[in-house]
């Protein structure tokens, strides 16, 4: 489609300009004190939907906002449903930006800003892509709907139940999500299965105050110390997880999918020096790929207690609490585990020391089959996008709600990543590729293109 | 001596007015935004000597100043040396202080402030009975030296060189100090022993940025893991310390003294409830007042990693540290045990992990002879002041210079504290209670009479 192509190449700096407004609004959804932010961008999303005409609302939750936006039906092509979302992870260590997190800037070819892939950037793309076939053609060849959600960094706990309530609405044959990586720089990739989360906070209070460690010290149970204790139960030098029944449910590796993961030209070298690490580590028995992509895993993500200042300070702490989660892969379930670590946890708490557990957001992991026509059709955009086949891979993050979309909606799903592994997601200094956000436009639009040609 | 007792009574609101003053100067050492507050404190209580007519000198050092003043020699009798120091500890965490920690605030007889206890109001005592002695008899019955330095929380790294190159300026029979507790409140004590410290910090780095764990989980040593399990590595559930040779060079207790600790009416029951603990946890073996005074301890005195703010946040740690230390008691050596330690903690220090091991300030532990003429003394002076017989005890805090005024000046020492065990020194809310003081006003004029009693 000429025009189409004609379109995309042209308005490439209104798409970064676009995109640059959006990322300079500090949608931080676990941050309260970023309430109004989070509405803005909401409202913001929505208005490039107004601007095609689509039918669209913004839904309130009992926590951020729901933009729901759709292009006209078009009979026996199948209906796709976008999902992305506008909010973003705290930016800190803020010291360790190199620009300001919230002040988008062009730097060798990428956009560094809070959000810029995950996922402002990579959800753009198929909110422009829609744009090129409205601008240029005017209209678009299947019905796309969109789902951009303002709490998928929290745990999406007012999307499921809106999916359940809005089944009718959110019809779908396939679920469109650009919320990962490409395998590597000019290697990109359709994702078939992405891990769950059990996310956990652990608080040990033992004195009533913070004390002199000298003249307490020997006689108070120090819930530092504890908190060490409790936390390396969990975890031993060979990565294998020690909550009770952890392994339980977990669906083995085939042979077939090892075989496949061994013949991707993953660089183990490559990939220590660009973390500046001497050694990778892991669960023992599987390779580097199989344990960030197919294996459980649990990572403490936040300590503190006590004194943190500068210099030294003789106190022993009165409390001491831990975040921790766990990444989970087809069928661990959540709770479950959760249930078990918080029965593990409260008969190992020693005296001295009172204990307080959170179970922070949940969700399952999830894989999908890789022979359906749909990621026939993505494979197809793609190449067409990026001047490049996709490989199939998997993905150690968590989109908690794409279980919601297959169970509730019968949808198959469609992960599209367009970011790189070193993005710095989560990270200071996160990126994205101007190149691979262009690329992005291109073929999500080709993608309506290919999906068009799939008779219902 | 009746004018003596007069003029304490009647100045005791000038008394704690000035003390006040000093109290509102920040003076906390370890913290260099705080260096000139540092200083105003070292003037200010230069000034209160000043106004004696005593030889007053600030002097500098690489750190914070030494204040030093000696009031005229007294032929035929004993050489007193105070010591004290007028630099304070952190405040935070300052939101758990119910009023500013450098606002002084009377409460329920006591005031509180950063500093009220540990050590500018006991320190302050002496000053002021000397000032009784001065204002009305007008002389001091013995020589009494004052040596008050800034950097008594800090590890007094400057004050050992300068006492090692002053040995005929700070020459003394008896070095004092009221730095400590009483037992209990209205049963006054005289400290003959005090722990040592060896405090440590150390930091783990694992890739060189902050990672989603969810790609990375699984893949790359998570230095906050790492630091949980070496850290996990140093004492057991038994309350036994695992570093390499650590009880080596430990003095056993004797038999007289377990039982004269025995014998002192400690409530353990009320203890625990004061400090809103279930049980009381140490050293298999020993009782909490013996692990409190005369047992090795190890406590982690900070933690931090990853992210501490509200809510989730999914990253796998760039870093993790931690500060903890070791309480020491006679003979163990700090610097022999930050050797072993650093040994054993190269030697677990996993792959994918650089650590960074810093050995923060350090001293021997201190027992002095229970039968000397100026425990004698002091006995007397505190039964006058207090109006109750001192106890012997021991202590579980460290006061680093003590060692080397013994060692270097071949002083004998006096420990008289007059603060309580809830005084909440380091803590927020840290106090004095305002009758102690004036009793340590009292007995510190008597104990100038006392000694004058020693013929030399």
Redesign the interface.
Not at 275 to 283: F, M, N, R, S, T
Not at 296 to 315: C, H, M, R
């Given at each position: 489609m000429p025009d189409l192509k004609t379109f995309i190449d042209e308005n490439r700096g209104n798409f970064v300009e676009s995109l640059k407004e959006l990322l300079r609004i500090p949608s931080v959804s676990?941050?309260?004190r970023h309430k109004e932010d989070v509405k803005t961008a909401a409202d913001w999303v929505a208005a490039r939907f107004k601007e095609l005409n689509f039918e669209t609302k913004v839904i309130p939750t009992k926590g951020h906002p729901i933009v729901y936006a759709e292009s006209p039906p078009v009979p026996g092509k199948p209906v796709a449903l976008v999902y992305g979302h506008y909010d973003v992870?705290?930016p800190?260590?803020l010291d360790?930006w190199v620009t300001p997190p919230f002040e988008p800037t062009e730097r060798d070819g990428n956009l560094v800003a809070r959000g810029a892939t995950d996922d402002k950037g990579q959800m753009l793309t198929h909110v422009f892509g829609a744009t090129a076939w409205m601008k240029s053609v005017g209209e678009l060849p299947i019905q796309v709907k969109f789902l951009i959600e303002g709490e998928e960094e929290?745990?999406s706990a007012n999307l499921a139940p809106f999916i359940e309530e809005n089944k009718e609405l959110l019809a779908n044959d396939v679920v469109v999500i650009s919320d990962s990586?490409q395998f590597a720089p000019g290697q990109p990739a359709i994702t078939y299965g992405l891990?769950g989360?059990a996310?956990f906070?652990l608080k040990l209070v033992?004195?009533?105050?913070?004390?002199?460690?000298?003249?307490?010290?020997?006689?108070?149970?120090?819930p530092?110390?504890a908190?060490?204790?409790m936390?390396?139960t969990l975890?031993d030098?060979h990565?294998w997880i020690h909550i009770p029944g952890f392994y339980d449910d977990v669906k083995p590796m085939s042979g077939d999918e090892r075989e496949n993961f061994a013949e991707l030209p993953f660089n183990e070298e490559k990939?220590k020096e660009q973390?500046?690490?001497?050694?990778?580590?892991?669960?023992e028995g599987y390779t580097?790929l199989e344990?960030?992509w197919a294996?459980?895993?649990?990572?403490?993500?936040?300590?503190?207690?006590?004194?943190?200042?500068?210099?030294?300070?003789?106190?022993?702490?009165s409390e001491?609490s831990?975040?921790f989660?766990c990444?989970l892969v087809p069928d661990q379930c959540p709770h479950k585990i959760g249930k078990a670590l918080r029965e593990h946890l409260e008969k190992i708490c020693?005296?001295?020391i009172k204990m307080e557990f959170k179970e922070?957001?949940g969700s399952p992991g999830f894989v999908v089959a890789t022979d359906s026509p749909y990621i026939k059709a993505a494979s197809d955009a793609i190449e067409q996008g990026f001047g490049a086949a996709p490989v199939l891979i998997r993905?150690?993050?968590?989109i908690p709600i794409v279980a919601n979309f297959a169970q509730q909606l019968g949808s198959d799903v469609l992960l599209l990543g367009w970011g790189l592994?070193d993005d710095?997601?989560?990270?200071?200094?996160e990126k994205f590729n101007l190149a691979d956000f262009q690329r992005g436009i291109a073929a999500s639009a080709q993608l309506w293109a290919e999906l068009a040609k799939i008779d219902m």
């Open positions: 676990t941050d309260s992870q705290p800190e260590p360790l929290i745990g990586s891990k989360i996310y906070e033992g004195p009533n105050r913070d004390l002199h460690s000298g003249s307490f010290g020997g006689s108070v149970r120090n530092a110390n908190l060490c204790a936390l390396n975890i030098e990565g990939f973390l500046g690490i001497d050694d990778v580590h892991g669960e580097t344990r960030r294996r459980p895993t649990l990572d403490i993500n936040g300590l503190t207690s006590g004194y943190q200042g500068e210099g030294a300070k003789t106190v022993l702490p001491a831990a975040k989660s990444r020693p005296t001295g922070h957001h993905e150690g993050g968590s592994d710095n997601t989560h990270s200071p200094n």
